[in-house]
């Protein structure tokens, strides 16, 4: 065994070049090394997969094979976790509830687990690495913190180490308060760790800088770490994910790893097997095969609550339709027409997806604000628009109302919004308003400047965005809260403190919605409280298309959320590796509606 824990493979005594070449050129998958090459390292779960060859093509030709007695217990350590793997497998989730845990040792005496966190810690603690993958609110943080307390207690480990996106900080932060001994928390920066800090976190883009991560490993190593990986379909994308390799190297490094995620599987069982692979680390990835991943059960190697086990008091959703002015009527009859042409475009144009989800994109914007195409922020730019669009930049006429259009006409939708605030902050409430446009986020703050509003986007500093969260939450003055659900639509719990969402704009993103709409419906509403949710849309225009396909995806996305088991959702997640078009959703049956649109008469 190496340092780092690979098995290394090295030639001992008179061992002739084509023979080491072999060796090299197998070991190395294939990949032809200098046959002056000392030794090779393998990890441990490629060795097991591929240890035959040392029978077939080595032993079994008359060479000698020596094998240290550390690979030997190495190799009977990964046989052990597959077999524990396929034991929890089998296991039913009765069988899972039976471990007798005394929550009430580890967690706050005026914090009150549900039944269902307290069936999920139980059945987590029987697995060497957990995965959690219950629906957005559940408590999966709190979970967590638990368990790690738990396995603290028992020495098992001493540190726990969080990976997540930055909007979830706040959570990681706040839910200790469930500890019945509040942890030294930190999170990590360019500084020094602190000595004592016990709970440390750290956001995804920060494990791209090699410095970083090895400054992580190094405090890993000090002392046992569970490793936590929340909202983890953001790596689902495996090997050619940077951030996955960086996770896979702080899971060697430590004595747990729990996934926690709502969606394990957004568009195949290639993204679980790449999840689990983190998580069991040692197991050969062959061994997650597509027939052994379609029959785990819920209590086995994961756990899961369901969208309607947490019995959530109603949502009402209304659906606002509101009539275009007649110039922004005409902005948007002429994009309609100019871009039909893009929708009649062959698959094989090199240019297809990408040209046809700008349109998309400028047509959500003009449906709410064609003022924004006279606008150029650098935000905005995400899908590589220029704006104003080449569509419009040949017309003298249009490119003149639209210049009118800014200076003398307030859009219909910001109008309401502006009614809709006053009201509400009349009457004490809170409002939070949701834009995939930060032109819009931006012209909404000046719109309702009275209100003092809160403004969290991509660019937002983590100090910002934790001063903007607690003016909103505390201040009296402060009675709105911009953001885009990209930014802000996962891990931050604004159920205590707003009860009334609009939503300016929407893609066809249904997992973006959903997650959004989760930030102030979820656990721990009182039985009688009413959410309100407005979706606002443009008479004629893409919001109500999208409204219809939006429809049709949650439809069959509701299933799954109120399934135990794993499906494929065959949704997009806001991934931070994917391509940036791929944010809007949009899949063939988006795309041919839209076209059907775009002829229609006016």
Known sequence: MSSDNNIRIEPVGDISNADWESVTNWWSLGVNQNIQTVYIDVPVPEFSQRKLWLRENWKNLGNELIIDEKVIVALKSVEGLMGKFIELSNRSEAQANK?????VKFSNPLFELTEFQKRNIVALIEMPNGANFSVPGAGKTLTTLAIWEYFRSIKDVNRLLVVCPRSAFEAWETDVKILSRQPVINQFDEDPIEFDTEILY???????????LTKLVRWMDQQPTMLVIDEAH?????????RWRACRELANHSKRVDLLTGTPMPQSQEDLRNLLTLSWQNIPREF?????????KRGGVFVRTTKQELKLPPMIITQVELPMSKVQKDIYSALRRSFVGQFEMSENDSNFFSRRGKAVMTLIAVAANPGLLMRVIKDDAYLGMTWPPRELAGSERLMTVLENYVSHEIPAKYQWVSRFVAKATSEGKKVLIWSTFIANLIALKRLL???EPALIYGASTQDERKSELKRFRTSESCSVLLSNPQTLGEGVSLHKDCHDAIYLDRNYNAGLYLQSLDRIHRLGLDPNQVTNIFILESAGSIDQRIALRLQDKIQRLGLYLNDSGLVEVSLPNPDDDIIPEALLGLDELDLS?????LKEDD
Do not use: A
């Open 234 to 242: 953001r790596i689902k994308g495996g090997g050619f994910s940077i």
């Open 99 to 103: 471990f007798n845990f005394d929550w």
């Open 593 to 597: 509606d839209l076209y059907q649109h």
């Open 202 to 212: 750290v956001n995804y883009e920060q494990l791209e800088n090699r410095q970083r």
């Open 288 to 296: 997650f095969s597509d027939s052994r991943l379609s029959g785990l």
């Open 449 to 451: 400047e009275p209100y």
